[in-house]
Each structure stands twice: as structure tokens, then as C-alpha cells.
């Protein structure tokens, strides 16, 4: 099993920054270049001779990823800028806006006692 995940782990680093930029497309002369936040992980296990002794042999595995679109890169006329995917940021934006504001106001609370 050890060996799978081994496997598995060298694969997505040899896809390395192919999985976060998408291929270049161009529409009505504008290059577009998706971009997205990737992420993968992957674990094993496998029952120890206690274990085994107990309940049985056992072993198992798992995995799994997720990409978030995060804008695109647009060349148009010789000039490529970003250009984010608003609900992507809003997404991520607001419950990291939501904790920053939460622990602000309790070090603000620790800071008057």
C-alpha cells in the first residue's frame, strides 16, 4: 500500500504546474491562460502485528485533490495582465476576512484587560 501512495505522490509532482495553469486558448485574438489553486493528498495505513493479532489484519488508503479557479492571464495587443475570478475571491476572501476580524477583536479584548 506504501508503495501506491508513493506512486500516486511522484505522479502529481510530475505534473507539477501543469495541474494550477490550464493550456492557452485564444478567442477573437485575446490568449486566455486559466490559473487555479491546486492541491493534493494522499495517506496509507496498515495494521501493525498487534493489530493484526486483535482485530484482524488490516490496511487501507486514500486521496484526493481539489482545484479552485482562481482568474486567468489575458493577452490582448502585446499586454497580458491577471484577471481574478471574483466569486473565487469572495469565496476564499470572506472567511479569511471573517477570522482576521475574530481575532482582532480578541486581542483588542486581551489588550484592554
Not at 478567442?27 to 491546486?38: E, F, K, L, N, S
Not at 493528498?41 to 479557479?69: T, W
Not at 472567511?95 to 480578541?106: Q, T
Request: aromatic letters at 6%; proline letters at 4%.
Amino acid at each position: 500500500m506504501a508503495h501506491l501512495t508513493k506512486q500516486l505522490a511522484e505522479t502529481v509532482t510530475q505534473v507539477g504546474v501543469h495541474s494550477a495553469y490550464g493550456d492557452a486558448v485564444e478567442v477573437d485574438g485575446v490568449a486566455i491562460m486559466p490559473v487555479a489553486c491546486v492541491t493534493y493528498g494522499f495517506g496509507a495505513g496498515e495494521g501493525g502485528a498487534d493489530a493484526a493479532e486483535a482485530q484482524g489484519e488490516g490496511s487501507g488508503g486514500g486521496g484526493g485533490g481539489i482545484a479552485v479557479p482562481v482568474g486567468a492571464y489575458l493577452t490582448r495587443d502585446g499586454v497580458t495582465r491577471f484577471e481574478p475570478n471574483i466569486i473565487a475571491l469572495l469565496a476564499v476572501g470572506v472567511p479569511f476576512v471573517w477570522v482576521a476580524g475574530r481575532a482582532l477583536s480578541r486581542i483588542i479584548r486581551a489588550l484592554k484587560r
